[in-house]
């Protein structure tokens, strides 16, 4: 019995199927050490649309009703421990699946409201009915991925390796854990770019292309025939 109940599931979809006019919306997944969070606000600047990642954290906590504080103290020990949203005590798993299911409806209903760029937090998986949604993974090889970790934290080889693989399996987790085995963090991309190749400003460059041609595509979409001339 997975996190995401097929009800829930389907009554995303349908919402998502009927809002063909809703909002261009792009989700950044990130392979740890990509740096997808620094290319996500760059891109925000770029295309003059909003970045939500943290901020999700903050409309998530007072849907569900808890204290703000309680809500990111866990989100921070269990980012520490790199086991983000799966801790073994049952009260931990209990407020970790509340945040997830109160964290999914927020990002639906940014996505239904304004153009934006949502970062992991499944959800690419859980926009993936939208029809005016960019799906982009973040990736890089694995020895320029731990590069970039030890030039930012000051490791030896042999630590920054260890610590993205660590990272890199609890967000792999979490894309197992609360899509019930449905997902991976590389399935359903649109655009896949590499950031050891292209550089930060070359991914950003492909993506807000893509963002750009979409949101044409979009608007003509919406626009009634007599008037496209």
């Known amino acids: 019995m997975g996190y995401l109940k097929n009800r829930f599931e389907r009554r995303l979809a349908a919402e998502q199927e009927a809002r063909a006019d809703q909002p261009v919306v792009i989700t950044i997944a990130r392979d740890y050490g990509a740096e997808g969070h620094e290319i996500g606000k760059m891109l925000s600047v770029e295309l003059g649309i909003p970045l939500y990642d943290n901020e999700l954290l903050v409309r998530s906590a007072t849907r569900a009703g808890e204290a703000l504080d309680k809500v990111a103290e866990y989100d921070e020990r269990m980012a520490a421990e790199f086991m983000a949203f799966l801790p073994d005590r049952a009260d931990s798993r209990t407020l970790s699946d509340k945040l997830f299911k109160s964290m999914s409806q927020v990002i639906v209903d940014l996505a239904a409201t304004r153009s934006c760029i949502i970062e992991g937090r499944l959800s690419d998986y859980l926009l993936r009915n939208n029809p005016n949604h960019i799906a982009v993974l973040v990736t890089a090889p694995f020895d320029a991925r731990v590069e970039i970790v ?5 490791l030896d080889k042999r630590a920054g390796a260890k610590l993205v693989r660590e990272r890199q399996h609890a967000r792999e987790a979490f894309y197992k854990r609360y899509s019930a085995g449905k997902w991976k963090m590389t399935d359903g991309k649109d655009i896949v770019v590499n950031r050891a190749k292209l550089g930060r400003q ?11 041609s979409k949101l044409r595509e979009a608007e003509q979409a919406s626009t009634p025939t007599d008037l496209r001339h």
């Open 150 to 154: 030890r030039g930012k934290r000051g």
């Open 202 to 212: 070359g991914c950003v460059d492909v993506i807000a292309a893509a963002y750009r």
